[in-house]
């Protein structure tokens, strides 16, 4: 495993869609392996491949340092309510904004072993998917900030 550079905004990787994972491979395998590392080494929340220059369709989130999802070409299948708060990542170091999210999301992606799940999210875990999803088409979180960003000096970043 190894940590890899993380992409900052500015770098146009970020504004690109990404493409379909089709099969596992040693090297898909191994780029995981780092992306958790690097999403834990960051104190991240979240992290999508393009954040690590990898034009795929994978992200990795774990809200409590304790539960490791991957989702592999994920989609989301059901949105429902409203969550609005404070929001940041790893690309955008050092500033935070409040931005506006579903507050349930269910979505389906592919595991390790490119099987299907489902799975349903509330609060800070939904908004953690629809911001990684995000990643994978191109898009960052201050496209959607309500209000300024603001200078963040802890760590609370996705
Ligand atoms: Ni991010």
């Not at 409590?64 to 999802?69: L, R, V």
């Not at 790893?90 to 979505?107: C, D, E, F, I, W």
């Not at 999803?133 to 970043?157: A, M, N, Q, S």
């Amino acid at each position: 495993m190894a940590i890899r550079t993380i992409r900052e905004m500015g770098d146009e990787i970020l504004t690109k869609v990404c493409k379909e994972v089709k099969m596992m491979t040693p090297r898909t395998e191994e780029l995981i392996d780092d992306m958790f590392e690097t999403m834990y080494e960051s104190n991240g929340v979240g992290l999508a491949a393009p954040q690590v220059g990898i034009l795929k369709r994978i992200a990795v989130i774990d809200c409590t340092g304790e539960d490791p999802i991957l989702l592999i070409n994920p989609v989301i299948l059901e949105t429902a309510g409203e969550q609005t708060g404070q929001e940041g990542c790893l690309s955008v170091p050092g500033k935070a904004g409040q931005v506006t999210r579903p507050n349930y999301v269910k979505v389906k992606a592919q595991d390790i072993d490119m099987e299907w799940f489902e799975l349903e999210a509330e609060e800070l875990l939904a908004r953690a998917i629809c911001h990684e999803l995000e990643h994978l088409d191109g898009h960052l979180y201050v496209e959607r900030v309500e209000g300024p960003l603001v200078d963040v000096t802890y760590e609370d970043e996705e």
